[in-house]
């Protein structure tokens, strides 16, 4: 009698449990709740595009997004006086109606930023007011139109050397060292309650993290709003050690700020130069012994990727409330940027989901430490 009466209940349970997709993968969303958000970059062919395989499982793993390329200043201020907010538009509109997190990259930056911004119409130089206006203009109008929307904002990204010296950009020659300074009191005039970061590569380093500590030391005495500090997250299968990311994350702890795991993806590629530097305007000629996964990553690299993942996790969590989020750059390994750098036409493998949409050996590994860290 009792088992008549349940096998119903038991049919009827199962059968929900399969509508509403239980049994999927977990979400690492979920897994990190309490410790951070869980990001990816965005292409805009992602948002404008068809492949609902990838909006899925952007929906169901994420909840923090950031722009590949929407909000750079070349394709959101491409010419003086004129603004392409579309691409930018439909991500904020993305991330609010799936309520995600939604980051701004970049406002001032060396790389995919326009020559007429130093210039005046003959071509020269223009002078330092010239270019504090014209920076101010672009950080109002951006900041400001996403102002409540965008969460936080890498207001200047890779102003370092690997020496922890200043980059000789144009921002520092015709600005002077006050450019970042400015930079991040604009973004604050645009939207107080943003948070605001500091965003660079190789700061698990310590030449370069010297160089930062400086910096953001300086900008604090100054009362210069600067809320965090990203660390881009290019890394490769030796580099940086875990214990350099611990290093890096308490540092930074120590004065104050988060930390955001900003770019993360691991390249399990073979290495075409010796620099660490994720500089994107690197560029080395295709040889066969640099791309030798053509057909698939074998199993022991699969292996030793989803260890190096574990134990970069493990790294982020080592200090509770510190890192507030961890963004990949991209979703699956078909979208990563490491296919065409530092070597152009290459089948890269850095990401936790493979090319068919499916969670790889590092997910599972990923998720493990969320149990157990
Ligand atoms: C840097 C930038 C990113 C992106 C990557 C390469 O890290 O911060 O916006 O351009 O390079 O894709």
Redesign the pocket.
């Known amino acids: 009698m009792k088992k008549n009466l349940l096998s119903p209940v038991i049919l009827i349970l199962f059968g929900g449990l399969l509508a509403t997709g239980v049994h999927a993968q977990p979400a690492l969303k979920d897994a990190f709740k309490d410790d951070f958000l869980i990001g990816t970059?965005l292409r805009d062919s992602q948002l404008t595009g068809e492949n609902t395989n990838e909006m899925a499982l952007i929906q169901a793993q994420f909840n923090a997004i950031?722009p590949?390329?929407a909000l750079?200043w070349k394709p959101v201020h491409p010419e003086p006086g004129r603004f392409n907010f579309a691409p930018a538009d439909r991500y904020v509109e993305f991330g609010v109606k799936n309520h995600m997190f939604i980051v701004g990259?970049?406002l001032v930056?060396h790389?995919?930023t326009p020559s007429w911004v130093f210039q005046d119409d003959k071509g020269n130089p223009v002078d330092r007011d010239t270019l504090l206006a014209r920076m101010r203009e672009h950080i109002l109008t951006v900041v400001g139109r996403y102002k409540g929307k965008i969460g936080g904002w890498?207001v200047v990204?890779?102003a370092l050397n690997e020496d922890g010296t200043l980059r000789q950009s144009p921002w520092l020659k015709i600005i002077g060292e006050d450019y970042i300074a400015k930079a991040f009191e604009y973004a604050h005039e645009a939207d107080p309650k943003a948070q605001l970061n500091y965003?660079d590569?190789s700061l698990e380093n310590a030449p370069k993290r010297e160089g930062a500590i400086k910096l953001i030391k300086k900008l604090q005495a100054q009362g210069v709003p600067i809320t965090g500090v990203g660390l881009?997250g290019?890394y490769k299968m030796g580099w940086p050690a875990p214990a350099q990311v611990e290093a890096a994350i308490d540092d930074f702890a120590k004065l104050g700020v988060k930390v955001a795991i900003?770019?993360l993806d691991v390249d399990v590629l073979p290495a075409a130069t010796q620099s660490q530097a994720?500089e994107?305007s690197m560029n080395f000629a295709l040889r066969a012994e640099l791309n030798p996964y053509t057909t698939g990553l074998p199993d022991s690299v699969q292996q030793a990727l989803a260890k190096r993942y574990a134990d970069l996790f493990t790294a982020f969590l080592k200090q509770p409330g510190v890192v507030n989020r961890v963004t990949f750059?991209g979703v699956t390994d078909a979208d990563s940027?490491l296919n065409n750098?530092p070597v152009r036409g290459r089948t890269a493998y850095p990401l936790l989901f493979n090319r068919d949409y499916q969670p790889k050996p590092a997910f599972e590994a990923v998720l493990k430490v969320a149990q157990h860290p």
Do not use: I, P
Request: aromatic share 20%.
């Open positions: 970059a950031s590949d390329n750079k990259h970049t930056w790389d995919q890498d990204n890779e965003n590569f881009e290019h900003t770019e994720a994107v750059w940027w750098w």
